[in-house]
Structure formats: structure tokens, C-alpha cells
């Protein structure tokens, strides 16, 4: 390939691709009419939503961020009235989540706006194994902080 056929992709570090891919993604899902914060709100929805059960430490766990950042999504998601705690009956001082009948709805438009970019971008046609190669890569870089 010369040099007149390359564009910005072909020179980018592969993290800079990782991270314009995020960022594009983030882009089209705030012109979509279903205007949720995906880098945290719309993310957890669809988590509580498909596990169901989760307390607020599962999700700190899942996604790896601070309880903080969690509790300050989880508050606009219940007062928007996507999701509603309820008392664990093993541990009082525990809540769990679940979406409601409304953040249940938000949550299958979410999954499926997802879905469809997933497709039109084409990461539906990567092979198993290339997504597990990108899995390995998530949880080596997460070990390498832990460390």
C-alpha cells in the first residue's frame, strides 16, 4: 500500500484505535433519541438488567470503578425511575438492584441500539477468537494496575 492510500487508521497506535472506536461509539449513541450516559448509566442499566440481583458492590466489581461513581449513576438512574433498590433480606445494610418495569424498557433500546452499531461498524464479524485475544488484553491490563 502506498502512501497516498493510507489515512489517520493506518499510523494509529492500536490503543488510539480502541479508544476512537470507544469514543465514536459514544458520539452515536448521544444522537440516538434514547439520550443515556453510556460511559456509566446506560452501561449499568444494561448490566442490572440483564444479571439482576446486583448490589451496588457487583457492579464496582464488574465495571471497575469506585463506589462513588457508582452510587452517583445508580441516583440518576433511580431517580429517573430506570432502577429501584430493595434491602437484601441477608444483609440489611446491603441493597439490591433491579430495573423497573420503565429501565427495563430503556434497557432492551439500549441493548439493541448497541447491537445494531456493533453491526454496522462490523465487531459482529470479528471470529471468537479475536474477541478473546481483545478479552485477554482487557484482563491483562487491569492485572498490570492490580499488581
Excluded at 446506560?42 to 448490566?47: A, K, N, S, T, V
Excluded at 446491603?94 to 430503556?106: C, F, S
Aim: charged share 40%; no cysteine; net charge negative.
Amino acid at each position: 500500500m502506498n502512501d497516498e492510500n493510507l489515512d489517520k487508521f493506518d499510523s494509529m497506535p492500536f490503543i488510539s484505535l480502541i479508544h476512537h472506536i470507544s469514543k465514536n461509539k459514544l458520539k452515536y449513541t448521544m444522537e440516538n433519541p434514547n439520550r443515556i450516559d453510556m460511559v456509566h448509566e446506560g452501561r449499568y442499566l444494561m448490566e442490572i438488567h440483564k444479571k439482576r440481583d446486583l448490589s451496588q458492590d457487583d457492579l464496582a466489581n464488574i465495571f471497575g470503578q469506585s463506589k462513588g461513581t457508582i452510587a452517583k449513576a445508580l441516583k440518576k438512574l433511580e431517580d429517573n425511575e430506570y432502577v429501584e433498590r430493595k434491602i437484601d433480606e441477608n444483609n440489611r445494610r446491603k441493597y439490591i438492584l433491579n430495573t423497573t418495569k420503565k429501565g427495563e424498557e430503556l434497557a432492551i433500546l439500549l441493548e439493541n441500539d448497541l447491537e445494531n452499531w456493533e453491526k454496522i461498524v462490523g465487531i459482529d464479524r470479528l471470529d471468537e477468537k479475536t474477541k478473546n485475544q481483545l478479552r485477554q488484553i482487557a484482563r491483562k491490563s487491569e492485572e498490570i494496575l492490580e499488581e
